[in-house]
C-alpha cells in the first residue's frame, strides 16, 4: 500500500518549494533591507500590513521616515552610530508611524553587513510589534515621571540652572576681570539675592572687599565683624560659610527660614581667589542647606570665568609689551630715506602673534629694512620673534648682504631651535645711489611702485628659515653659501617699496594672488601720500571690516631727493605729522639753516591744516597737495585744495594760523577761487 | 576625583604636536572618532575624552547643578584644558560638542586656535522665523524614546556590563555596550542639549571656524549648517556628499579630509 | 607711528606743585585729547608747572590748548608756569604766536622758583 502513507518521507504540505519567498513575506515578523544611506529596497508583507501602506509606496523611502518625529531623533543620535560601530542593534525601542497616522511600538533588531573592503552594503532589520510591552513601559514611565515631578526640589533645580546658564553667558560676554566682576555683582545681587559682594583674597591670604552691588555697609565692615569672619571662615574651609543672626543689624530683610549671610569661596585651579559675598533677601533665595550645592557651584562657575579674564589679561599684557618694547626703538636719523611702520596685533581677544619690523644702519651709506612673521602666538612666538630680530641687527651690520643674512639666520636658527618656518623680506638700500637689494624668506613679494604703477618684486626668493632648501636637510647643510639669493632694483625719489607681513593680505575667502593684486593696486594709488600715510592708507582699506586672526605689519620706504617735492593729504588732521616728517626731511636735504627748517615746517603744517579744517574736511574725495621747490636761494611752498572754504566758527582759530604763516615767511599769497592756493616764500641762510 | 578620571581623557599622537581635542556629541562616547582621530596621530597631540555621564566617564562626578545647560560642559572642557596645558588647540566637537566648544572659545579664546563644528545646530526647535528643525513635541517625543530604551537597558544589561570590568574585550559581545550613558543622566543631557538655544552666542566666535555639514542630516539640517556659517564671522563652510549625523562613522575619509585641508589653510 | 603715542601727558609732584610734562608732538589731530587729559591732570592742582621741553613740534592748534589751560587757571586763582626752553621746538612757536612772556619760563627749577 505504498503511496496509501499519508506521512511518507517527502514534503510536509507547508513547506512548498515557494516557500521561502512566504516564509519572508508572511513571517510574524516585519523584515527590510537597507541600503547603508537608509533607503528602503526590500520589505516584507507583514511589516506593509503593520503600516497599512503598499510596497510601492514604501521602496525608497529611508527608514527613518517611517518613525516618528522622537523616533527619527533617537535613530540618528543613537541607533546609526550604534549600528555603524558594533555592526548590530538588539532590541531597541522605536514608534513607527502606523496606520492613520497612529502609533506603532515596535523593536528593532538589525545587522550591517559590509563586503569584504569592510565597506558597508546593507542593513538587515527584523521589527517585532511590541505594543504590549509598550504598554508596561509607558505605566513605569508614568510613575517614575510623578514620583519626580512631585519633588519640590524639581521647579527650584529648573530655576537654579536657567539662572547659572544666564550667569555663565552675561559673564562670557564681558572682557576683562572688571567688567566680569561687575556683572556677577550685579546679577547676583540685583537678581539672585538681597545684595552681593565680592572679596578680594590676595597671595599671602589677605582678604578685603573690592566690587559690590548695594550692600550693606561694604568697607565700613570691619574683619573682625559678621562678614569679615564668615569670609574668613570661608577662606580656611574652603566651603560655603552660611551665617543666620548678625551682631550688627543690616538694611536687608530679615530673613525667616535661612541664613542672613552666605560666604562662598571662589576656589579655581586649587587656590581661593576670591569670596562671593550673598545678602538675603526674604522674596528671594533662602540660604537653607539645600541650596548648598547651589551656592557652590555658583562660585566655582563665577570663580573660574573671572580667573580666566585674569590669566588671559595677564598673558596677553606681557606678551604686548614684550612685542611692544621690541618693536620700539629709533628708525635710523638719515634725511635721504623715509620709513614708516605700522604694527597691528591680532584682533582683540587673540593672543598676540610673532610679526616684527625692524630698520638699522648697515653700513656708512646703507640702512637694512627687515620685516618678519614667527610661526605661532603668544609669549614663545614674542620671543622667538626677538631673538631673530637681534640676530638680523648682528648678522646685517657684519655688511654681507641680504642672501648672506639669510643664511645666517637659518644658521641661527638650526642653533636656536626656535623660529624655524619664520618667513622673513630683508632690504638694504644704498642711501646715495637708491640702488635696493633684497631677498625674501618664504615671505610675500614686496611692492614696488614706480611712476604710478606697482609690480611685485618676485626676485630674490628662497623658503623660510630653517626650510629644507634645495633638498638639503635643516641644519648646517643649509647655512652653506649659495643656497639663498638676492636681486637688486633701483629706487628713484618718488618710488615707493612696502614691505608687509601675510596678515595684511591673507583672506579665507579669497585667493593670496588677488588680495596681493589689490594691494599693489593700492599703493599705486596712494603712492603719492606722506610715507607714514601711506601705511594709514593701506591698513585702512585692506584691513577694514576684516575679523583676522592673525598680526600684521607694515613698512613703507620713500627715498627722499633735493628735488621738487610732492604730497598729497587725506581730509585727515592725521596727515598733518605724516607730511611735516616728509618735508622736514626733504628741508634738510637742501641744507639751509636750522631756523628755515623749523619755520617752514610749521608755517605748511599751518596751512595745510587750514585747507584740511576748513576746505576739505569730512569731504571723502577731497585732497590738500603740498608742493615745494627750491629756486635760488629762496624755499617755495604750496598748499592747495579743491574744496569750498568754510570760515572758522570761532571767526579766530583759521585767521591766527594764517597770521602765523605770515610772521613765518618772507612772502604769502592766498588764492580763493573755488578751492584755496597759500603760496608761501622763504629765503634760506647756509646752515646755522 | 581628578579630570582626566573623571572625563576618561586619553592622549595619543606626538607629545610635542599641536594640540587636537576631539568631543564627542550626544548619544555616544569617545569611540565615534575611532576612525578620524588616529589620522591625526601624526602631526598631532590627539586628546579623546567622554562628557560625563557618557562612556568610561566617572558617573558620580555627575550633578544635576553642574551640567544643569551646557556651560556646566565647556567648563570640564576648560579643564581638561588646564590639566594637560593645552594651548593654540584645534577644537573638534560634534553635534552638541560643537556647541559646547564654541561657549568654551568664548570664555577662554586664547586657548583655542581653530574651531571645527561637526554638525553643529544652535537651536533644534523651530522659533519664530527661525527653521531648527524640530517641533517642540518631537523633542518631548524623543525623550520619551530615550526613556523606553534606558528602561530596558539598565535592568537587562548593566548587570553583564558591571560583572566584567577586568575583561574589556567582553564589550564587544555585549548588545548595544557602545555609547552606554546612565539613563538619568542621558535624560537631562538630552534635555539640555535639544532645548538650550546659542544662537546669540555665535556671532561672537573669534577664533577661525570650520563648519563641517552634511548633504543629508535629519538632526542639524543643511539649512542650519548655513545659519551656523552665516553667523560665524569669517567660518568656512563645507558640505560633505554624506547621509545622516555622523560622517566621521559613515565617511571617515571625507571627514579627515575636509578638517585637514582646513587644518593646512589660512594663517596659522 | 601710532597716532595715540603722538603726544603724551605725565604728571610728576615736585615741592606741593604739579609738573605736567607734554612730550611727542602736540598737534591740532591730538589738540582735543591732550585738553582733555591735562584738565583732568590738573583739576586739583594748587599750583601747575607744564613742561614742554619734551614737544618735538608744536603747532597753533597746541597753543590753543595752553591758551585754555592758562585762561582756566587763572580764573580758579592757580598760579601756572609754563617751561620751554628757548631754541626749543616747543619755545619757536610760542615765539611765533607772541605768547605772554610773564608765564614762560626756561627750566622746570626756574619755573618752581618762580611760583608764589
Known amino acids: 500500500m505504498a503511496g496509501a502513507r499519508p506521512n511518507s518521507p517527502g514534503v510536509h504540505p507547508a513547506l512548498q518549494p515557494d516557500s521561502s519567498e512566504d516564509l519572508f513575506e508572511h513571517a510574524p515578523c516585519g523584515y527590510l533591507t537597507t541600503l547603508p544611506d537608509g533607503s528602503i529596497i526590500r520589505v516584507n508583507q507583514t511589516f506593509l500590513t503593520w503600516l497599512g501602506r503598499s510596497r510601492d509606496d514604501v521602496l525608497g523611502l529611508r527608514f527613518v521616515d517611517l518613525l516618528t518625529d522622537g523616533g527619527r531623533i533617537y535613530h540618528e543620535t543613537h541607533l546609526r552610530p550604534l549600528l555603524e560601530m558594533q555592526g548590530h542593534l538588539r532590541q531597541i525601542a522605536v514608534d513607527l508611524v502606523g496606520p492613520g497616522g497612529g502609533r506603532l511600538a515596535v523593536l528593532l533588531n538589525a545587522v550591517l553587513h559590509r563586503d569584504s573592503e569592510g565597506q558597508p552594503v546593507a542593513v538587515r532589520t527584523t521589527v517585532f510589534d511590541a505594543s504590549e510591552r509598550q504598554h508596561y513601559e509607558r505605566e513605569l514611565l508614568r510613575e517614575r515621571r510623578a514620583a519626580e515631578d512631585a519633588a519640590a526640589t524639581a521647579r527650584a533645580l529648573h530655576e537654579h540652572s536657567s539662572f547659572l546658564a544666564r550667569l555663565s553667558r552675561c559673564l562670557d560676554e564681558a572682557d576683562g576681570w572688571d567688567e566680569r566682576a561687575a556683572r556677577l555683582v550685579e546679577l547676583v545681587g540685583g537678581e539672585l539675592v538681597g545684595a552681593a559682594e565680592l572679596w578680594d583674597v590676595d597671595a599671602v591670604g589677605r582678604v578685603r572687599p573690592t566690587v559690590n552691588n548695594g550692600s550693606p555697609g561694604p568697607g565700613a565692615e570691619s574683619l573682625s565683624g559678621d562678614v569679615g569672619s564668615a569670609v574668613r571662615a570661608a577662606v580656611d574651609t574652603g566651603e560655603p560659610v552660611l551665617r543666620g543672626e548678625l551682631s550688627t543689624p543690616t538694611t536687608v530683610d ?78 635710523p636719523d638719515d634725511p635721504r630715506l623715509r620709513i614708516a611702520a605700522a604694527y597691528r ?59 648672506r643674512v639669510l643664511e645666517g639666520l637659518d644658521q641661527f636658527v638650526a642653533h636656536l631651535d626656535a623660529g624655524q618656518m619664520t618667513t622673513v623680506a630683508y632690504v638694504e638700500i644704498d642711501l646715495d645711489s637708491g640702488r635696493a637689494t633684497y631677498a625674501c624668506a618664504g615671505h610675500p613679494p614686496p611692492v614696488l611702485v614706480h611712476e604710478g604703477t606697482s609690480r611685485l618684486l618676485w626676485d630674490g626668493r628662497s623658503p623660510p628659515l630653517g626650510a629644507h632648501i634645495g633638498g638639503a636637510p635643516r641644519g648646517p647643510a643649509s647655512s652653506e653659501p649659495g643656497c639663498r639669493t638676492d636681486a637688486t632694483v633701483d629706487l628713484s625719489a618718488d618710488d615707493r617699496l ?67 617735492f610732492h604730497r598729497r593729504l587725506r581730509p585727515l588732521v592725521s596727515d598733518l605729522r605724516a607730511l611735516r616728517a616728509d618735508l622736514q626731511a626733504w628741508l634738510c636735504l637742501q641744507d639751509p639753516d636750522r631756523t628755515s627748517v623749523d619755520a617752514l615746517v610749521l608755517a605748511a603744517n599751518e596751512a595745510a591744516a587750514n585747507a584740511i579744517e576748513h576746505g576739505i574736511r569730512g569731504e571723502p574725495g577731497g585732497t590738500v597737495t603740498v608742493r615745494a621747490e627750491r629756486a635760488g636761494d629762496e624755499i617755495r611752498i604750496d598748499v592747495v585744495d579743491e574744496g569750498t572754504w568754510r570760515a572758522p566758527e570761532d571767526g579766530r582759530f583759521g585767521g591766527r594760523g594764517l597770521t602765523i604763516v605770515g610772521r613765518l615767511v618772507d612772502h604769502l599769497e592766498v588764492h580763493r577761487d573755488g578751492g584755496t592756493r597759500v603760496h608761501m616764500r622763504r629765503r634760506v641762510g647756509g646752515p646755522a | 576625583m581628578d579630570v582626566v578620571t573623571r572625563n576618561h581623557v586619553r592622549t595619543s599622537g606626538r607629545p610635542d604636536g599641536q594640540p587636537i581635542l576631539f568631543a564627542h556629541g550626544f548619544g555616544c562616547d569617545q569611540q565615534m572618532w575611532r576612525h578620524v582621530a588616529p589620522a591625526f596621530e601624526d602631526r598631532y597631540r590627539v586628546v579623546l575624552f567622554d562628557h560625563v555621564g557618557a562612556g568610561a566617564s566617572d558617573l558620580a562626578s555627575f550633578s544635576p547643578e553642574r551640567y544643569a545647560d551646557l556651560g556646566g560642559y565647556a567648563r570640564d572642557v576648560l579643564e581638561i584644558c588646564d590639566d594637560l596645558a593645552l594651548t593654540d588647540m584645534v577644537f573638534v566637537g560634534h553635534s552638541v560638542s560643537a556647541i559646547i566648544g564654541v561657549l568654551a572659545s568664548l570664555a577662554a579664546p586664547g586657548r583655542f586656535s581653530r574651531l571645527v563644528l561637526v ?53 564587544e559581545e555585549l548588545t548595544n555596550s557602545f555609547c552606554r550613558t546612565d539613563p538619568a543622566i542621558a535624560r537631562q543631557f538630552a534635555r539640555v542639549t535639544f ?19 552634511c548633504a543629508d542630516d535629519a538632526i542639524a539640517p543643511v539649512a542650519v549648517g548655513r545659519y551656523v556659517h552665516a553667523e560665524i564671522p569669517g567660518s568656512e563652510l563645507v558640505t560633505l556628499d554624506v547621509s545622516g549625523h555622523c560622517p566621521h562613522l559613515s565617511a571617515p575619509q571625507a571627514t579627515v579630509a575636509a578638517i585637514d585641508a582646513f587644518l593646512r589653510s589660512g594663517p596659522r | ?61 597746541g597753543v590753543r590748548v595752553l591758551d585754555h589751560l592758562l585762561g582756566a587757571c587763572y580764573e580758579r586763582g592757580v598760579p601756572v608756569r609754563v617751561v620751554a626752553t628757548p631754541g626749543s621746538p616747543a619755545a619757536f612757536t610760542l615765539r611765533v604766536c607772541a605768547f605772554p612772556d610773564h608765564v614762560m619760563c626756561a627750566s622746570t627749577d626756574e619755573a618752581l622758583a618762580d611760583l608764589p
Open chain 1, 254 to 331: 530679615r530673613v525667616d527660614g535661612g541664613a542672613a549671610l552666605a560666604a562662598l569661596p571662589m576656589t579655581v585651579r586649587g587656590r581661593t581667589s576670591g569670596v562671593l559675598v550673598l545678602w538675603a533677601r526674604h522674596d528671594r533665595l533662602r540660604f537653607t542647606p539645600e541650596v548648598r550645592p547651589f551656592l557652590t557651584e555658583l562660585a566655582g562657575r563665577a570663580a573660574l570665568s573671572l580667573d580666566n579674564a585674569r590669566l588671559y589679561e595677564r598673558e596677553r599684557s606681557t606678551a604686548l609689551t614684550l612685542q611692544r618694547s621690541l618693536l620700539a626703538g629709533a628708525v
Open chain 1, 345 to 403: 596685533p591680532a584682533v582683540e581677544g587673540l593672543e598676540v602673534g610673532g610679526d616684527w619690523h625692524d630698520a638699522f644702519t648697515v653700513g656708512p651709506n646703507r640702512i637694512g629694512v627687515v620685516v618678519g612673521d614667527v610661526v605661532g602666538r603668544g609669549i614663545a612666538a614674542a620671543a622667538a620673534m626677538g631673538q631673530l630680530r637681534s640676530a638680523t641687527r648682528a648678522v646685517a651690520t657684519s655688511g654681507v648682504g641680504p642672501a
Open chain 1, 498 to 564: 612696502v614691505l608687509y607681513t601675510d596678515g595684511l593680505v591673507e583672506r579665507r575667502r579669497s585667493p593670496l594672488q588677488r588680495s596681493i593684486d589689490r594691494l599693489a593696486a593700492l599703493a599705486a594709488r596712494e603712492a603719492d601720500l606722506p610715507v607714514a600715510s601711506l601705511v594709514d592708507a593701506l591698513t585702512a582699506e585692506l584691513l577694514a571690516g576684516v575679523v583676522t586672526p592673525d598680526d600684521v605689519c607694515v613698512v613703507a620706504i620713500g627715498r627722499i631727493a633735493t628735488g621738487p
Open chain 2, 119 to 171: 554638525g553643529p545646530s544652535p537651536r533644534y526647535v523651530d522659533d519664530d522665523g527661525y527653521a531648527g528643525g524640530f517641533s517642540r513635541a518631537a523633542i518631548e517625543d524623543m525623550l520619551d524614546a530615550l526613556d523606553r530604551n534606558y528602561l530596558g537597558w539598565s535592568t537587562a544589561m548593566a548587570p553583564v556590563i558591571v560583572g566584567n570590568p577586568d575583561r574589556p574585550e567582553l564589550g
Open chain 2, 195 to 213: 532645548l538650550s538655544d546659542n544662537r546669540d552666542d555665535l556671532h561672537r566666535v573669534r577664533v577661525p571656524t570650520l563648519v563641517l555639514q
Open chain 3, 1 to 61: 607711528m601710532s597716532p595715540d603715542d603722538a603726544c603724551r601727558v605725565s604728571t610728576a609732584e615736585r615741592d606741593g606743585r604739579l609738573v605736567v610734562c607734554l612730550t611727542g608732538e602736540l598737534d591740532v589731530a591730538v589738540a582735543g585729547e591732550v585738553e582733555r587729559a591735562v584738565n583732568a591732570a590738573v583739576a586739583a592742582a594748587a599750583a601747575v608747572v607744564v613742561d614742554l621741553d619734551g614737544l618735538t613740534f608744536l603747532d597753533s592748534a
